[in-house]
């Protein structure tokens, strides 16, 4: 349940659903609930960029 907007909120939904996934080597399902006020916040998505040099 998350209360308050949060910039890292995608990103930490997929730390836990990642550790869970690496502990039990089981699907995940990720779930949460917005109980802030704001409408127009609704994170969809986390996209992880890696960086070639």
């Known amino acids: 349940m998350q209360g308050q907007e949060e910039g890292d909120f995608a990103q930490r939904m ?19 609930i917005l109980g802030d006020e704001r409408a127009t916040w609704r994170p969809s998505q986390f996209t992880l960029e890696s960086k070639v040099s």
């Not at 997929?14 to 949460?32: E, G, K, N």
Request: proline residues 5%.
């Open 14 to 32: 997929f730390v836990y659903a990642y550790r869970l996934f690496d502990r039990y080597r089981r699907p995940v399902v990720s779930l949460a």
